[in-house]
């Protein structure tokens, strides 16, 4: 029967109500529940027929599923979650007038919320969660029954601003969820009527004020208000909610001091105030939060000493400070934490020795000391815990690395001690660690040979020991296990052979072993790493001629075998053809149009006959001339060779002087490969002292700052929010006679960057007239000898690397609509570097650390332009310093002309994450994954939209598609074949306009 059918049907039954009450006669009585529940239904769809017990035959709805009926056989609960259901909710559920539950969670309900749920009189739970309805709550819902309890409305797409006077009769209510949505402004201040309030969830928003009142609802023990827009200090009054045990006030802009009455909400188990603007330091009375078992503060400014109180939290399972400015050491006490089991403190400004006592933290699992200036060697005993991740990396520490117990061989994943003084030997006991997927000893002074137990790594994907005075020879199992996708041994004083076991390492993408001793040939086994990406050996002893089966790695992007003792002609095949001079100088025997000097070749030698040998029978002498007239012809030619043999000698000894020279020279200014996992440049901020006096600029202002006389005390009160390949960016308080703001400051490592004041001053000028809505703007400079600071504009929101890689669960992920804003804004700010100045800007990192989001998700770039301040802009400088994943190849192979088209193509790689979610170049247990080849090989199979990403939720596939396919157009390998950034803006308005409308790009 048709809905209409039934309609009809329902008129007539009302027609024999009304005549039979006429008559005096007992009416047949129809089920309102049964009414409502069908005329609900009829508005749903039900792919999966979940509802097919429902029928309008039935005389009451008792026996139907997820139903409940009171024992007067009315429904009182109505249980739908999660059985598939989408369509609208329409009307029929104000039928049900004894309904109690009505929980229709996890479907795909769309369109408005219905104003007749309002008209429900004694409905107690209404849970409409994780669904996709829109529009706003409706101003009926005023009208909600007294007797509420339970309200979610979570992870939908509604938004507007909430109705002031919504809770005002919701007395009774316990649980109220609004998050996940996006509601903005203020919050209601009925809210303060629920003075039963158990639990508030209004996370993932845009609310932006927060009234004092909300301290008074004094039953609370969960309070979320996470991930908004909320901007002012927090209000005082936190003493008021002594029963609270949950408190996130984490990812807003909230600032000031923590209020000193939060130590009195004694019952507090989580808090977390990460991300935010806080300042100040850590309250005193935090210590009495014995209950306290997750403690969040990281990423704010929080200073002073380090609280020597912690160990009285004693009940501590998650510690996190770190992105603070705290000082001081360690307390003893730390190791009354018998509980933690995550420790983070990185980048702080820490000092002292680890303490020896952390070791009686049992339960300890991750502990992260990165970016600090402890001193001192690790603790002995701490390698016999149970960890699975260390990180001391970019410390002061020494002494020998400890050994380790059996329990942290078989647990450990990372281990990170890169850039210490450690010393002593690296121990075969490692070689038990099943489970280790990164080992990064980098930057010390070990001493030590590669063990050969190394190669029984199980799962180990990089390995990096760089720099570490590492000698002996590289072991020939080395990659026995097969995982290993990164082994980077470059500036130690390894020798002998690469082992043609190399071969075997079939997981290969990075292989770096260049500034050794190595001998030998290369391996003909490399050409069996069909997914080496980069491949550096240079600064070596190697010799013998190049196999020419390297040619036949597809996927390989840089090569450079220069200052090596190799012979013979290039591969003809892959990349060979395209090295430039760079990549092959050093090689006097390599024959290459583009290298001066002889050309040897492993080829048999001719014979060579001496035609005066056999008298006329090679040579026919003239009749007339006589035997003494050939003898001084011979002797000149004997002559004429040994000058040609004297002076080929000498030009050799001198070529071997200067290479020698240029070899030192090169081994002084070492340039390594980045990649995916680590940056290789680490902050300045923490060796030397600005120089107190300097110039100073802000554009457009000729007044300056107040707390610009000593850029030391300016970046005392910083806090370090990132680091990047030019230098370290701090958080900065910037007070002067416009008031007082918030500024980002970066602070340039000084390695080749321009160090004339006047060539410095324009060339930053020139970058502070880039002005446009998607460019972060750069406000002035600080200039130095010692020291360069660029002083900009700081945004909030953090950058789209955080947004799509760094995700908590709690925060939704960006959905189409703002993934294409975030393109689309992207490429209109490049397009503005690229055409609005001559010569163009080129920004040569485009990636998503580098796109900055406001509080709308409208994407500002960063970093543009500063290769300009490097004193010589080449393109082995610029590929030497920024991440791989994203550098074109023309930047990679250093053969071929750079100019826009390079942004071109890291702007390519980043449409690919945004539209699949995914990073440019995954590990995983077996292989590495580049996102680039992925997508390509599934457009060519006809599936490319399995790799898009789905937690974006519904999608229009009319855009999806050709915008991936403009990235891969952005990614093509010849440079000539990409867009321009003017066309690519062009090609993307078009995409987003309607269908019927749009031309036929691809």
């Known amino acids: 029967m048709s809905f209409l059918q039934f309609f009809l049907h329902f008129l007539v039954s009302s027609t024999f109500f009304s005549s039979c009450m006429a008559n005096n006669e007992v009416p047949i009585q129809l089920n309102d529940d049964v009414l409502g529940l069908i005329v609900f239904k009829s508005h749903l769809n039900d792919p999966s027929s979940s509802l097919s017990s429902w029928s309008e035959d039935d005389d009451s709805p008792c026996s139907w599923k997820f139903l409940k009926c009171n024992p007067n056989g009315r429904v009182s609960h109505v249980l739908l979650d999660g059985v598939g259901l989408s369509g609208k909710l329409g009307k029929g559920l104000q039928k049900l007038q004894h309904l109690k ?92 009527n629920c003075s039963s309030l158990n639990s508030i969830n209004l996370s993932d928003n845009h609310f932006s004020e927060l009234f004092s009142g909300i301290w008074s609802l004094s039953h609370l023990r969960t309070l979320d208000l996470s991930n908004n827009e909320f901007s002012e200090s927090v209000p005082v ?171 942290f061989y078989s647990s450990i994943q990372t281990l990170d001690l890169s850039r210490n003084s450690l010393t002593g030997n690296i121990t075969a006991e490692m070689g038990l660690s099943s489970n280790l997927r990164y080992l990064n000893l980098s930057w010390n002074n070990l001493q030590s040979r590669i063990p050969q137990e190394v190669g029984y790594f199980q799962n180990l994907a990089v390995l990096d020991l760089r720099n570490s005075f590492v000698f002996g020879s590289i072991p020939g199992d080395i990659c026995e296990s097969g995982s290993l996708s990164i082994l980077q041994l470059d500036g130690n004083s390894l020798v002998g052979p690469i082992p043609e076991e190399i071969g075997n390492c079939s997981t290969l993408y990075l292989l770096s072993l260049s500034h050794n001793s190595l001998s030998g040939p290369i391996p003909k086994s490399i050409s069996k790493l069909n997914k080496l990406e980069i491949l550096q050996l240079e600064s070596n002893k190697l010799s013998g001629e190049i196999p020419l089966e390297l040619g036949k790695l597809q996927n390989l992007l840089a090569v450079n075998i220069s200052y090596n003792m190799l012979t013979g002609r290039l591969p003809s095949e892959g990349i060979f053809p395209s090295l430039d001079q760079s990549a092959l100088q050093g090689n006097l025997g390599i024959c290459s149009p583009l290298l001066k000097g002889p050309c040897k070749m492993n080829v048999p030698k001719p014979l060579v006959l001496d035609p005066f040998t056999y008298g006329n029978q090679i040579h026919h002498q003239p009749e007339n001339e006589s035997s003494e007239s050939v003898k001084p012809h011979r002797r000149m030619l004997l002559s004429v060779s040994a000058i040609i043999a004297i002076s080929a000698s000498v030009f050799i000894v001198i070529g071997v002087v200067v290479i020698s020279i240029l070899n030192i020279s090169v081994r002084k200014r070492l340039a390594f490969v980045d990649h995916a996992l680590e940056s290789l440049f680490s902050s300045s901020s923490r060796s030397g002292n600005l120089a107190s006096t300097g110039k100073f600029v802000l554009f457009g202002t000729k007044s300056s700052s107040d707390d610009i006389t000593n850029p030391e ?130 920004h040569y990192n485009i990636k998503p650390n580098n796109i900055l989001l406001d509080e709308n998700n409208n994407p500002k770039i960063s970093d543009f332009g500063l290769a300009r301040l490097l004193t010589q802009l080449d393109k082995h400088a610029i590929s030497s310093r920024f991440q791989s994943a994203y550098v074109a190849p023309e930047l990679a192979c250093r053969s071929l002309r750079v100019n826009e088209k390079c942004d071109v193509y890291g702007f390519g790689i980043l449409i690919l994450e945004l539209v699949t979610g995914r990073r440019p170049i995954e590990y995983g247990e077996d292989n590495v994954v580049i996102l680039n080849d992925h997508v390509r090989f599934l457009l060519e199979q006809g599936n490319a939209l399995d790799c898009v990403d789905h937690s974006m939720g519904d999608y229009p596939e009319d855009e999806v598609l050709p915008v991936l396919k403009l990235a891969l157009v952005c990614t093509s390998q010849i440079p000539s074949s990409r867009p321009s950034m003017a066309e690519v803006v062009q090609i993307l308005q078009v995409i987003k306009t309607p269908v019927p409308q749009r031309m036929e790009i691809f």
């Open 237 to 407: 009054g936190l003493s008021n909610l002594y029963n609270l045990k949950e408190l996130h006030l984490h990812g807003n802009r909230f600032s000031g001091s923590l209020p000193v009455d939060i130590g009195l909400c004694v019952h507090l188990i989580r808090l977390d105030l990460s991300n935010n603007l806080f300042t100040g330091v850590i309250p005193d009375s935090v210590q009495f939060l014995r209950s306290l078992t997750y403690f969040n503060l990281s990423n704010n400014m929080f200073g002073g000493d380090f609280p020597q109180w912690i160990g009285k939290v004693s009940n501590l399972e998650y510690l996190d400070f770190s992105s603070n400015v705290l000082t001081g050491s360690l307390p003893l006490s730390i190791s009354n934490l018998k509980s933690v089991s995550f420790i983070n403190l990185c980048n702080n400004k820490l000092t002292g020795e680890i303490p020896a006592t952390v070791v009686e933290c049992s339960e300890l699992s991750v502990i992260r000391l990165k970016g600090n200036n402890f001193n001192g060697s690790i603790p002995e005993g701490l390698f016999d815990l149970g960890l699975e991740e260390v990180d001391f990396s970019d410390n002061n520490l020494f002494g020998s690395i400890p050994p380790g117990s059996s329990q």
């Open 101 to 192: 539950v009505l929980s229709l969670s996890n479907n795909n309900f769309s369109g408005e919320i219905s104003h007749d749920i309002s008209l429900i009189p004694n409905l107690e739970k209404l849970n409409l969660s994780h669904n996709s309805l829109t529009g706003i709550i409706p101003f009926s819902f005023v009208n909600l029954s007294s007797s509420m309890k339970f309200l979610d409305l979570s992870d939908n797409l509604l938004s507007g601003p909430i109705p002031d006077n919504l809770f005002q009769n919701l007395f009774s209510l316990r649980f109220v969820s609004l998050s996940r949505n996006s509601f903005q402004g203020p919050l209601p201040s009925s809210l303060a």
């Open 713 to 842: 005390s300016l970046l005392n009160k910083a806090s370090e929010i990132g680091e990047g390949v030019f230098g370290t960016v701090y958080k900065v308080p910037l007070s002067g006679s416009q008031g007082s703001r918030i500024v980002a400051i970066k602070k340039l490592v000084t390695s080749n960057i321009i160090q004339n004041p006047e060539d410095f001053d324009r060339e930053v000028r020139i970058l502070g007239k880039a002005k446009h809505p998607n460019l972060v703007s750069l406000t002035g400079y600080y200039w130095t000898p010692q020291a360069q600071l660029l002083v900009s504009e700081f945004l909030p929101n953090g950058s789209l690397q955080a947004k799509l890689h760094g995700r908590l669960p709690s925060t939704p992920p960006l959905s189409w609509s703002e993934r294409f804003k975030i393109v689309l804004g992207t490429a209109k700010g490049i397009a503005h570097l690229h055409h609005s100045f001559r010569p163009p800007i080129i």
